[in-house]
Each structure stands twice: as structure tokens, then as C-alpha cells.
């Protein structure tokens, strides 16, 4: 079963090039403009990540994260944001299960490495649930 990832941005652009980033790769990739919609998914669909931005329209991102961590609390996060701020990273990280905070625009091999990290982390802890 393939890995797989949803994606909330509400930038057209950050959502394409991220999906692009796992074109060749073996995940399942799904994208969402925004956190309302990424949690009706979240709670109909079985992901194994969620990459979001933190500053989107309606929702943002450090609530989508509270919400996620309600709903689904071991659904690994990972952020990709233009906010350098301390502050913000330090609540993004508090809100949820955070796992990566990147900045935009993410170097492309550093993404696909952590995404490949979480991959074998979440592989491991389903053969020892078995």
C-alpha cells in the first residue's frame, strides 16, 4: 500500500511543487487549498503525513494542526512555511505532532529524505502493532 501524504496550501504554486517533488516517487499524493477541507479528508481517508503551510486563508495552519491533533493524534506533521518567526515554529511545534519545520522554498532532497524518514518510522510502528 502506498504511503500516503496530503498537502494543505492554499498557494496553487507550493502545492504543485510539492506534489512535483514525489511525481517519480511511490506516494500518494492528495492536495488541499485549505484546513476545512484538508479535515474532511483527514477524517474520511487514512494519511500517513500531512505537509501544511501555516499562513492560508480562513483556518491557518497552527489551528489545522490543533484540529489535526484532535482527530488524529499520531498523524505525523510536517511544516513548509515561509515564517521564519521563532515564535511561530515554537507553536506550530506545541500544537501537534509536528515532526519538521522547513522553510520556503524547501530544498527538495531534504523533503523527500524526512518524508522517507517518517515513511520507515510509520512502517516500523505497524509491524509492531501486528
Known amino acids: 500500500m502506498k504511503f500516503k501524504i496530503l498537502v494543505i496550501d492554499d498557494d496553487k504554486y507550493s502545492r ?30 487514512d494519511f500517513d503525513l500531512v505537509i501544511t503551510d501555516l499562513h492560508m486563508d480562513g483556518i491557518d495552519g497552527i489551528k489545522g494542526i ?8 499520531s498523524l505525523p506533521v510536517i511544516v513548509v512555511t515561509a515564517d521564519e518567526d521563532v515564535e511561530t ?25 524526512m518524508v522517507s524518514s ?5 512502517n516500523r510502528k505497524k509491524v509492531l502493532v501486528r
Open 16 to 45: 504543485q511543487f510539492i506534489k512535483t517533488i514525489f511525481y517519480k516517487s511511490s506516494y500518494d499524493v492528495t492536495t488541499e487549498k485549505d484546513v476545512k477541507t484538508s479535515v474532511k479528508r483527514i477524517i474520511k481517508e
Open 89 to 113: 515554529e515554537r507553536k506550530a511545534r506545541k500544537a501537534g505532532s509536528v515532526v519538521a519545520y522547513f522553510l520556503k522554498p524547501v530544498e527538495k532532497q531534504r523533503l523527500l529524505f
Open 66 to 73: 490543533n484540529i489535526i491533533k484532535e482527530i488524529k493524534p
Open 118 to 122: 517518517i515513511e520507515d518510522i510509520e
